[in-house]
């Protein structure tokens, strides 16, 4: 069955990094353009960044352009986020997301577009 398990969370320092990790299983991975989603509470849960099949293609949201990249490895099965200068607006659950559909040119933003979803990790940017 598929599975994507997120892990790297956690509390950091406004200005500081984290690295967050999705690793995926039951599926083709290679074949699947693949998102980070985020929600905080009381907010809808909003797309992040998306990497197309290959990994050549990336898209991200206006909030997080130049300060988050998202990037895989399918000899890992892996995709990542490397997120850097945060902000306490970036405190919210992240969640990696598989596409519905296989291969496309960018990954879709609309969470309707994506069937399987981890469990999300906490991030918290407070001082």
């Known amino acids: 069955q598929v599975q994507l398990v997120e892990s790297g969370g956690g509390l950091v320092q406004p200005g500081g990094s984290l690295r967050l990790s999705c690793a995926a299983s039951?599926?083709?991975?290679?074949?699947?353009?693949m998102s980070w989603f985020r929600q905080s509470p009381g907010k809808e849960r909003e797309w992040v960044a998306g990497i197309n099949y290959g990994g050549g293609i990336t898209n991200y949201a206006d909030s997080v352009k130049g300060r988050f990249t998202i990037s895989r490895d399918n000899s890992k099965d892996m995709i990542y986020l490397q997120m850097n200068t945060l902000k306490p607006e970036d405190t919210a659950v992240y969640y990696c997301?598989?596409?519905?559909?296989?291969?496309?040119?960018?990954?879709?933003?609309?969470?309707?577009?994506?069937?399987?979803w981890g469990q999300g990790t906490q991030v918290t940017v407070s001082s």
């Open positions: 997301a598989k596409t519905k559909r296989g291969f496309g040119t960018t990954a879709p933003m609309a969470s309707s577009d994506y069937d399987y």
């Open positions: 039951g599926f083709a991975f290679g074949l699947f353009a």
